[in-house]
């Protein structure tokens, strides 16, 4: 029954997942491209010091992608279940319902991991070919945020999707917003450290958001 | 024995706006309940209570003997719910409808589904997004009907529908209905041809229960007329 | 799925607090903050006072720190040493000051101009580091092609084939043992930017807590330990290739004295600067020097400090302190927000959630913000009162928001 869940989703977002993968694809090699043009102009040994001295994002192209991702894949997957109001179907299946909505998060949280975990290690070796470690680690310490922001962004996309009341909706949209800049703060790589653990906190805590618009929805808010 | 749906004292409002006080009635087992009246009436808001979508500011409904609010897995699987205007899974094709919905109900009737379909002058790769209203409607009674439940619950199921679809499925609802096990719960604002279809009859007035009784009694207490007659007599023309 | 509704309606709700936390403060502050504007001070070489220019507009903008108001041009020929390309074009410029004589070029290379703040400190170190030849044979510095790694040993990884220079690595390795060097390696400074006048490579304090001097002089490892007294710990160094070449750079010891490291006949030796210990991770400290003269600034969160000390012996001649003005934003805080959230803290490059505390009396607000909220939701019932008051008297503005936004119960309300 679960497999039949998943697959419900899949043939929703499979389209939006194509369409990411292609664009993921796309700006990392982009991304590669750019790089490979630097050390072309400036050298390798010039790009190093630069590095070093001035800690330069080497995937710039990145930052608002995996956010993107999130925020699509979420659409892709509430949207089509709120018109119409289509979720009481899917409510309505012979499952428990927080059993059925909890499904469907994990199938958009997977979907968007691992089209980041895809991609993130691919960036790093990638330019771990012509730069030395302590600058792959950098450019991972960058990154994080902003992949972290992904799931974040799509769990947020989520409750707002889900909820049931357009009033409500707007208004979870402002505090979703202030809550996925906390990923977009401007910081030197490595200055994320300390704070990663609290956005993976709010991934987590993001989780449960749905839950309560769900609820909303039940019991017929309008 | 216990009713099939069992709605004690349901009170609710929009806003201000009183849709019942005090609304009571039971669905026995093995009939056909049509829930008739205007639009706005709340026919639809019942459905939704029955179901539990629609928490009531008071009252309380029970289907198979549970909670609207906590209906068991199982239960659910027994009920068939037909969303007014037909409303499905319309991203999917023919194809992928029936493989989402097959493993969700143990006793899945993939002939009653196909068989439906096959009415249908379409490829079954189509998407259901891009068909008509009425095929849209055979798809989503086929995939009822394909459920085998206990007790289906159809919100406006001719809504759209030309009168060769509607007849056509009075046709598959009394097949289905015929030999005592099933119940059926509609609702209809177009009145003409049900008294071919329903056992009971309720009929829904702003805030209240006009009348509830069998078809076949209240025919017979207005001889010469028929059901639309009784309904525009009740409840005034407009 | 309603068994939960309750819980996870206070974890949304906490989660909108939060963030309107962090969110309204910010706003508030973007609104109201200014940098508290210190005057400029200076000591002037002739007065043998500090002399203050204020930044507020006021008459006496141009004072020293007896009081005594100056003119713009009284101002100017007080600090020669300050203003001498003004007052050389002028023709005003003395020959000699106490006696001795100026020299333009003495005047140009004893110039010092140093900055500290705990931003320098606190900051994330990639860990990789540019060895610059030290005796270059052509006048301008060279990139070697390769960057360094120290830390549990040393490593030379060259930039054309992202591969360890096994030989150089090893040359470095060896030298660094030989002098005692302790892995791994605590930290490392040392100036990156190739524009820099020379190159005297870094220093670095080993695990013993001993300050060592790398660097590469005709190719070759130059490891020396600078010996310096037991006394100083070494908590930061900053180096500063000074035009003149009389110091390497800025000590700071854990106990928060400041000093500068010399080069003394092929030893290593501290001079304190006369000032009063700083607080290394929330304190700012300025230099400016001549000759003669250095005027050094501290500023702490409540004050700033001025020295003037003499450039030879470092030793203190003259002192001042203003106290810091209540600016715009600490005020309003103090009265409407007991406590907010930031990520980020003026004192370090890291991002991490910071409580601030603010004055006692802002709760004041929130007792009168819990009284609005009971007329905000007066219909609610008398339970949902009570928590809806206590919320906001705990979170004020923030929660009050977070009430409003997420309503103040998981129910609709009835019309009866």
């Not at chain 1, 799931?151 to 707007?170: F, G, S």
């Not at chain 3, 790694?149 to 030989?167: C, G, H, M, P």
Request: hydrophobic letters at 45%; one cysteine or more.
């Amino acid at each position: 029954m679960y497999k039949s869940l998943l697959y419900k989703e899949w043939i929703k977002t499979r389209s939006g997942i194509a369409c990411l993968a292609v664009i993921f694809l796309g700006v990392g090699i982009y991304s590669f491209m750019k790089i490979n043009e630097s050390i072309r102009l400036l050298g390798i040994v010039n790009l190093w010091e630069t590095a070093v001295q001035k800690d330069p994002a080497m995937f710039p192209q990145f930052k608002y992608l995996p956010l993107l991702a999130g925020i699509l894949l979420a659409i892709m997957q509430y949207v089509p279940e709120l018109q119409f109001k289509r979720l009481k179907l899917t409510l309505h299946l012979p499952l428990n319902e927080n059993k059925i909505l909890l499904t469907m998060l994990f199938y958009g949280v997977i979907a968007v991991l691992s089209l980041l975990l895809i991609t993130l290690p691919i960036l790093l070796l990638g330019l771990g070919q012509r730069f030395p470690s302590e600058i792959v680690w950098a450019n991972f310490q960058q990154l994080a945020p902003w992949f972290l922001a992904g799931p974040a962004a799509y769990l947020i996309t989520a409750w707002v999707c889900l909820e049931p009341q357009w009033k409500q909706r707007i208004l979870n949209i402002i505090p979703g917003i202030i809550a996925l800049s906390f990923f977009f703060l401007r910081a030197k790589s490595g200055g994320y450290q300390p704070f990663d653990p609290y956005l993976i906190l709010l991934v987590i805590v993001a989780f449960f958001f749905a839950f309560y618009s769900t609820a909303r929805f039940k019991e017929g808010v309008q | 024995m216990t009713p099939i749906i069992q709605c004690q004292n349901i009170t609710h409002y929009y806003g201000n706006r009183l849709i019942y006080k005090d609304l009571n009635f039971e669905v026995q087992k093995g009939k056909i309940l049509g829930l008739l009246g205007k639009n706005g009436t709340g026919k639809t808001t019942i459905i939704n209570i029955l179901n539990g979508y629609l928490k009531p500011q008071a009252g309380v409904c029970r289907v198979f003997g549970e909670d609207m609010d906590k209906l068991s897995p199982k239960t659910k699987g027994s009920i068939g719910l037909l969303l007014e205007g037909h409303i499905q899974h319309s991203y999917f094709n023919l194809l992928q409808i029936e493989k989402y919905y097959r493993r969700f109900f143990p006793k899945w009737k993939r002939d009653a589904y196909f068989g439906l379909i096959e009415k249908l002058k379409v490829t079954p790769t189509q998407k259901i997004s891009t068909m008509s209203c009425g095929q849209r409607s055979q798809v989503a009674l086929g995939i009822l009907f394909a459920q085998d439940p206990d007790l289906l619950i159809l919100d406006d199921f001719s809504m759209g529908l030309d009168p060769g679809y509607r007849r056509l499925f009075v046709e598959y609802l009394k097949e289905y209905a015929k030999d005592g096990n099933k119940t059926v719960f509609l609702t209809s604002h177009i009145i003409q041809d049900m008294e071919l279809l329903i056992d009971d009859c309720m009929i829904l007035d702003y805030g209240k229960i006009l009348l509830h009784k069998p078809t076949k009694e209240l025919m017979e207490e207005h001889p010469n007329q028929t059901l639309e007659d009784i309904f525009i007599e009740l409840t005034g023309k407009y | 799925m309603m068994k939960n509704k309750e819980s996870i309606y206070i974890l949304v709700l906490l989660f909108v607090t939060l963030v309107a936390l962090w969110g309204i403060p910010e706003l508030v502050k973007t609104a109201t903050y200014s940098n508290d504007r210190y005057p400029f001070v200076y000591f002037s070489s002739t007065e043998k006072k500090l002399l203050f220019k204020e930044f507020d507009g006021r008459e006496d903008a141009l004072h020293d720190d007896e009081g005594k108001v100056y003119t713009d041009k009284e101002y100017d020929a007080a600090l020669p040493l300050l203003n001498f390309r003004q007052l050389t074009v002028n023709g005003e410029m003395p020959d000699s000051i106490d006696g001795i004589a100026i020299d333009p070029r003495e005047l140009r290379v004893k110039q010092v101009n140093f900055r500290y703040g705990p931003l320098n400190k606190n900051t994330p170190n990639p860990g990789l580091y540019i060895m610059y030849e030290s005796l270059p044979k052509k006048a301008k510095l060279e990139s070697p092609g390769d960057l360094f790694r120290l830390k549990n040993k040393i490593e030379f990884i060259d930039a054309a084939s992202n591969r360890v220079n096994k030989q150089k690595s090893e040359q470095f390795q060896t030298a660094l043992l030989k002098a005692g060097y302790a892995f791994p390696a605590q930290w490392t400074s040392g100036n990156l930017n190739i524009r820099k006048p020379y190159d005297e490579g870094y220093f670095s304090l080993d695990a013993q807590g001993q300050l060592y001097h790398i660097k590469m002089v005709n190719g070759r490892p130059f490891i020396k330990n600078t010996q310096l007294d037991s006394q100083i710990e070494p908590a930061f160094f900053a180096m500063e290739e000074v035009a003149d070449k009389r110091f390497y750079g800025f000590l700071f010891d854990k106990k928060g004295n400041s000093y500068i490291l010399e080069e003394d006949g092929g030893k290593y030796k501290t001079v304190q600067l006369d000032i009063d210990p700083i607080h290394l991770d929330a304190d700012e400290l300025m230099i400016i020097g001549n000759f003669l003269y250095w005027t050094v600034a501290v500023q702490t969160d409540k004050e700033k400090h001025f020295y003037a000390l003499q450039t030879e012996t470092l030793k203190r001649v003259r002192y001042a302190f203003v106290e810091a003005k209540v600016n715009k934003w600490e005020d309003i805080s103090g009265k409407i927000f007991p406590f907010y959230l930031t990520f980020r803290d003026k004192h370090s490059e890291y991002i991490a959630p910071h409580l601030h505390f603010t004055a006692f009396t802002a709760w004041i607000a929130n007792v009168l913000l819990a009284v609005l909220s009971l007329f905000i939701f007066h219909r609610k019932s008398n339970k949902k009162k009570i928590f809806i008051g206590i919320y906001t008297l705990i979170f004020g503005i923030a929660g009050l928001v977070a009430l409003l936004i997420m309503g103040s119960s998981t129910s609709r309300k009835s019309p009866l």
